[in-house]
């Protein structure tokens, strides 16, 4: 939000109180208390009508520092907070010299001067990474009588913002203007679905803006070299947190905030739907399933999309009997096809549905202020909204999931949860302001917990649409509703990027795009970009996705892809567990590998896929792409073409090919089988290697297919022209030097060590 009017005035209306100095100081070993006047006091009666801000500083972990600035500190303040799971209150140390006050967690260092005028330093290792100066700390009131708490933080030169959630607007933030507040805007508006408030930077650092209502992001917008960030409300808190690499910041924020749990594995294989009003009965499913099937693409998941319920009654969780008769032995029947089920769901009861009655009368919807249903036609008729601030709401929607799941569904799709009002009363006594963002927290944690607790860890798994900070914790996400065009296809990658440097480890898109029908050209490049992401789902609006009706080489593309996303599955497990541990995501922007190359910091038109395969999905109808290679000889291990970088590479490629490069020095795993994504990994498995210079060493390590743990290790070492392979698993295993056309090696002694030959 701007208040003011160029870089004198302020807008009419707008009163403005800055921090001017330190008056006074308390602290102790771990944190320390700064009192702030907002005008320079000279004389005792200059104390005196005149405002005071309370700016508390700590740690709340290892190279994080918090900063919080009050006003007035009697305010009411509703529910609900972000979770910290990873906050100790005892992290950091208090140092004083004099007029300098330094609070230091880790490397990172907080440094106040008292004597002079007011600033906060952030610094590690001896550099300044931002500052909070002359305006950086104090409090707007505007025409409208609203009180907002604003924060500055300094940009360097050549600094570039990234982050703050899903975004489809440019991948770089700077020169934005960012609401952190929920909306249903598909993937073509400033508008976002997951609102996260936080961002890093190319200089080391990410901020976390501890609020869970609305937060105003200025980046570079209103005062150009600064990130502004402000509340309405009476208190702004926000955390520094120190790499100095992109992926140490991700590390240190999501153990701060939570890292995303582990899916599970069956769920990196092939998504189908039904699409979403088109029409089907259980004979077009099992007629898309057996098509599938006669075409020889694997599928793993098949999706019922809203219309397995009755029009109207969205969501009573009660099967349409005229379409589908018999779901218990419906589902049976996808089971014994080795499939698992996902249904669609939202938080939303209907008037007309038998649910909308029994909800009221035991007080589980949100209600307004003089105790009636708050309620609205759009999407639903008459639809009220579940209030899970109240745990016996909670346990009575999670109850009506618990049927589904013992008729066989396996997983659901969480869609919704942006539209909430704040005309409302929470159960709970929430701010409604503060719930309108954090409601869909509440929502997708619930189903999730619901899962976890009926399948077990690691079997639980969501297809969410909406998250605020924390969501992380409850994977997959999904990009939301897309045109079916290129455009639309770039700027959803753009999403999952951003979302990606927000502390999400894993995401997916619809396939072919949402509204409207993709051309087949469209469509087979999306097939590409899909089935080269985290999850992989075909799924759209008014029109069906399934392959063939997009011409014969859509379904070879198709089944070409399918097929080597789940040979590469025992790599991209390995990457999911990485995101599982150190919240580093399966998708990576290039500047989360590369920090230190200044062109990989602007690209946003591909991605690391791990951290040893460049995608470069291609967005043109003539299938030209642009990309850029780092330093080093990289594969295309579709083609065996070799790119040395660092250089941007111009190509045509048809549709059986794009830029997927494997990295320099990278050993990659691939499963024996390709039918199915969760598989005996070890057995057989080829290992490839890609530009292994001398003296080169990798360790690659093939998780459990229970995923679990891990059951094979592989340390491959190239000395001259000798490459030996030590490992523990009994199985034979194979290793390729070089891409699809590369000399093999096979070893069926599997456990212990053998030396084979280089040949490049």
């Keep these: 939000m701007k208040f003011t009017d160029g870089y004198w005035l302020m807008r009419p209306g707008c009163t403005a109180r800055y921090a001017t100095e330190v008056a006074d100081v308390r602290a102790d070993d771990h944190r320390m208390t700064l009192y702030a006047p907002v005008k320079h006091v000279v004389r005792r009666g200059q104390t005196l009508n005149s405002p005071l801000l309370t700016v508390e500083c700590w740690s709340p972990a290892e190279g994080i520092i918090g900063v919080r600035t009050t006003h007035h500190a009697g305010s009411v303040r509703g529910g609900p907070e972000f979770a910290l799971p990873g906050a100790d209150a005892g992290a950091g140390k208090v140092r004083r010299e004099g007029a300098v006050l330094e609070l230091s967690s880790g490397e990172l260092t907080l440094r106040v001067d008292t004597e002079e005028p007011w600033r906060l330093d952030f610094t590690a290792g001896g550099r300044l990474l931002t500052s909070s100066g002359e305006r950086g700390t104090g409090f707007v009131t505007d025409a409208e009588g609203r009180h907002h708490m604003v924060g500055q933080l300094a940009l360097g030169v050549g600094e570039l913002v990234y982050g703050l959630g899903e975004r489809f607007t440019p991948f770089i933030k700077n020169g934005q203007v960012v609401d952190i507040w929920q909306a249903d805007g598909g993937t073509s508006s400033e508008q976002a679905y997951k609102n996260i408030p936080f961002h890093l930077t190319n200089r080391g650092y990410g901020v976390f803006v501890n609020h869970p209502g609305k937060v105003a992001y200025e980046v570079g917008s209103e005062a150009v070299?600064?990130?502004?960030?402000?509340?309405?409300?009476?208190?702004?808190?926000?955390?520094?947190?120190?790499?100095?690499t992109p992926k140490q910041i991700l590390e240190r924020y999501t153990a701060l905030t939570g890292r995303p749990a582990l899916p599970p594995a069956w769920a990196l294989g092939l998504w189908l739907?039904?699409?979403?009003?088109?029409?089907?009965?259980?004979?077009?499913?099992?007629?898309?399933?057996?098509?599938?099937?006669?075409?020889?693409?694997?599928?793993?998941?098949?999706?019922?999309?809203?219309?397995?319920?009755?029009?109207?009654?969205?969501?009573?969780?009660?099967?349409?009997?005229?379409?589908?008769?018999?779901?218990?032995?419906?589902?049976?029947?996808?089971?014994?096809?080795?499939?698992?089920?996902?249904?669609?769901?939202?938080?939303?009861?209907?008037?007309?549905?038998?649910?909308?009655?029994?909800?009221?009368?035991?007080?589980?919807?949100?209600?307004?202020?003089?105790?009636?249903?708050?309620?609205?036609?759009?999407?639903?008729?008459?639809m009220a909204l579940v209030d899970f601030t109240s745990p016996a709401a909670r346990d009575w929607y999670t109850g009506k999931l618990r049927t589904l799941l013992a008729q066989g569904v396996d997983c659901f799709k969480t869609d919704f949860g942006e539209r909430v009002p704040t005309d409302v009363v929470w159960y709970d006594g929430s701010d409604p302001e503060r719930m309108h963002n954090y409601y869909t927290h509440l929502y997708n944690q619930a189903v999730f917990d619901l899962l976890r607790e009926e399948r077990g860890e690691g079997e639980a798994l969501l297809f969410a649409r909406s998250a605020t900070a924390g969501g992380q914790q409850y994977p997959v996400h999904w990009g939301g509703d897309c045109d079916s065009t290129f455009g639309a296809m770039a700027e959803s990658l753009r999403g999952g990027l951003s979302l990606g440097l927000s502390g999400f480890g894993f995401w997916s898109h619809d396939i072919g795009g949402f509204e409207g029908t993709p051309t087949p050209t469209v469509f087979k490049r999306w097939v590409q970009f899909g089935l080269l992401s985290s999850h992989s789902r075909l799924h759209g609006s008014k029109s069906y996705r399934v392959p063939w009706d997009y011409g014969e080489e859509a379904v070879e593309v198709t089944r070409e892809f399918t097929l080597l996303k789940n040979r590469l599955a025992p790599y991209l497990q390995r990457a999911a567990q990485q995101a599982h541990t150190t919240g580093v995501p399966v998708m990576r922007a290039m500047v989360l590998e590369f920090p230190d190359d200044p062109t990989a910091a602007v690209l946003d038109r591909q991605y690391m896929l791990g951290e040893d395969l460049l995608v470069a999905p291609v967005f043109t109808d003539d299938g030209t792409v642009e990309y850029y290679v780092p330093e080093g000889t990289w594969t295309n291990i579709l083609t065996g073409t070799q790119v040395t970088g660092p250089r941007w590479v111009r190509e045509q490629h048809g549709f059986r090919t794009l830029p997927l490069l494997a990295r320099p020095d990278s050993v990659l795993p691939l499963a024996a089988d390709d039918q199915h994504p969760v598989s005996a990994w070890a057995d057989d498995i080829e290992l490839r290697i890609h530009a292994f210079a001398d003296g080169a060493r990798r360790t690659v390590v093939i998780p459990r297919t229970d995923a679990l743990g891990e059951t094979a290790r592989f340390d491959v070492h190239r000395e001259g022209d000798r490459v030996s392979v030590t490992t523990d698993s009994p199985h034979p295993w194979r290793l390729r030097i070089g891409g699809p056309g590369g000399t093999v090696h096979t070893n069926t002694a599997g456990r212990g060590r053998a030396e084979v030959r280089y040949e490049a």
């Design 273 to 382: 739907t039904t699409s979403f009003t088109t029409d089907y009965d259980e004979a077009t499913v099992q007629s898309f399933i057996d098509g599938m099937a006669d075409r020889g693409i694997p599928l793993s998941v098949f999706h019922f999309d809203c219309f397995w319920m009755r029009a109207y009654q969205w969501c009573d969780f009660d099967w349409d009997a005229e379409t589908f008769p018999d779901p218990p032995g419906m589902l049976a029947r996808l089971k014994e096809r080795g499939l698992r089920v996902s249904a669609w769901i939202n938080p939303y009861i209907a008037q007309k549905s038998e649910l909308f009655e029994e909800a009221m009368r035991a007080g589980h919807l949100v209600r307004r202020a003089d105790g009636t249903v708050w309620q609205w036609d759009l999407w639903q008729p008459g």
């Design 225 to 244: 070299g600064q990130v502004q960030f402000s509340v309405e409300d009476q208190s702004l808190e926000y955390f520094v947190v120190y790499g100095p």
